[in-house]
């Protein structure tokens, strides 16, 4: 079966830390994609990343970055020097090919204090 | 950003009646999905589209029904509104390859079955 497992519930840091979020895959698709999105606090859903599983290049944009490892079937994402805009719910999604959809974990919820 | 619309966006109603949620998008893409978010769930997936006339149930599809007679619009009704049925309503669109698997969601539809 598929499913996505954020185990960090809440994560509380101080600005300017570092944080990673962790995220697990389980699939039985031999090619599939990986998400990352974040839900501000005014509720919208907003894309980050989408890797795809033939591709394990980590990926790093501006303080956001990226690890992909098949090994372990997990897909973390690290905001590097945090700010309070950062404060949000994480979501990390995995989906196969074709028009299936995203099975989502339970999300991650990031505060962020000055 | 995607062009995805939804309304209303906020509904407040009383148990047993008949809802319909309408999701509108201006990008021709064929996928369309309905998901529901509720504390601890993450979203959940309820129906999706594949194209017009073409639907198929999802995870949570129980008391729920779509329809979509155009490309662009993508309607949830709840045939008879539960209080379980209280909860964020988000629609999402999908492109189709070699574009992107990404989904791009709508700002969501706050509903309360009283």
């Known amino acids: 079966a598929q499913k996505v497992t954020q185990a960090q519930t809440e994560i509380s840091v101080v600005e300017k830390e570092d944080v990673t979020l962790d995220c697990v895959y389980e699939?039985?698709?031999?090619?599939?994609?990986l998400f990352w999105y974040k839900q501000p606090p005014s509720g919208e859903l907003v894309f980050l990343i989408r890797r795809n599983s033939f591709d394990e290049q980590n990926e790093i944009s501006g303080r956001y970055s990226w690890n992909f490892q098949k090994s372990t079937s997990s897909f973390n994402f690290t905001i590097t020097a945090s700010q309070v805009v950062d404060s949000a719910v994480y979501f990390c999604?995995?989906?196969?090919?074709?028009?299936?959809?995203?099975?989502f974990g339970k999300g991650t919820t990031l505060s962020v204090s000055s | 950003d995607a062009g995805i619309t939804q309304s209303p966006r906020h509904k407040v109603t009383e148990t047993g009646t008949p809802v319909t949620l309408r999701c509108h998008q201006t990008?021709?893409?064929?996928?369309m999905y309905w998901y529901r978010q509720d504390p601890g769930h993450g979203l959940r997936l309820i129906h999706y589209?594949?194209?017009?006339?073409?639907?198929d149930k999802g995870e949570v599809s129980d008391g729920y029904s779509v329809s979509r007679s155009k490309t662009e619009d993508f309607l949830l009704t709840l045939e008879s509104a539960t209080s379980s049925q209280t909860s964020v309503y988000f629609c999402a669109i999908r492109g189709g390859p070699p574009s992107s698997y990404e989904q791009y969601f709508g700002p969501g539809t706050r509903l309360t079955v009283t």
């Open positions: 589209s594949y194209g017009v006339k073409d639907t």
């Open positions: 699939t039985r698709d031999t090619t599939y994609y």
């Open positions: 990008e021709n893409h064929r996928y």
């Open positions: 999604a995995e989906g196969g090919q074709a028009g299936t959809a995203l099975i």
